[in-house]
T-cell receptor, first 112, second 115 residues
């Protein structure tokens, strides 16, 4: 699975949009981009995923560049409860064992 | 409510005393997995199971056993725990590679300390 690069930390003001970048320059054509988050020591929580089109759900939006080498997770109106470590994961769906390889992620702190 | 449950949530034990951490899911998922999380090392997969009676090693299986006798349960067994198994453990489940939507659902975690 392709390696991802994320900034180690970011801050955001409550009520503002949080834009979390992820670089995955070695992504291949059959690899998806997944985002999970982990609120302090809780189990990771799925947020969103996509292949090449932008995606939106009730939690967030995912913007994938046309060359698919990077993506941005957008939390449109961040709240204090969105403070968490956000993981960008790239993987093939057919990967044996369906293992998720978590990197270090981005610690997002939402400030009042 | 769809969920993955783990028990116990917290456990302090001593070296060599066998223990089992249970994991159960109510979503009829085929795939289940165990991860451990350690500072600076992220989440690493221990074992996984693609279906009943089908299990396989992940990245760090040494010192652990699993079984999958029923679809909903996937216990993690430490036959002879050692201090280097002190960690935060997560169980996860998902449908089995069903296209691109096999998102994994994680349990709340079990914090294990081996003295």
């Amino acid at each position: 699975d392709a390696k991802t690069t994320q900034p180690p930390s970011m801050d955001c003001a409550e009520g503002r949009a949080a834009n979390l970048p992820c670089n995955h320059s070695t992504i291949s054509g059959n690899e998806y981009v997944y985002w999970y988050r982990q609120i302090h020591s809780q189990g990771p929580q799925y947020i969103i995923h996509g292949l090449k089109n932008n995606e939106t759900n009730e939690m967030a939006s995912l913007i994938i560049t046309e060359d698919r080498k990077s993506s941005t997770l957008i939390l449109p109106h961040a709240t204090l409860r969105d403070t968490a470590v956000y993981y960008c994961i790239v993987r093939k769906v057919e990967t044996s064992g369906s293992r998720l390889t978590f990197g270090e992620g981005t610690q997002l702190t939402v400030n009042p | 409510e769809a969920q993955v449950t783990q028990n116990p949530r917290y456990l302090i034990t001593v070296t060599g005393k066998k223990l089992t951490v249970t994991c159960s899911q109510n979503m009829n998922h085929e795939y289940m997995s165990w991860y451990r999380q350690d500072p600076g090392l992220g989440l690493r997969q221990i074992y996984y199971s693609m279906n009943v009676e089908v299990t396989d090693k992940g990245d760090v299986p040494e010192g652990y056993k699993v079984s999958r006798k029923e679809k909903r349960n996937f216990p993690l067994i430490l036959e002879s725990p050692s201090p280097n198994q002190t960690s935060l453990y997560f169980c996860a489940s998902s449908r089995r590679l069903a296209g691109s939507t096999d998102t994994q659902y994680f349990g709340p975690g079990t914090r294990l300390t081996v003295l």
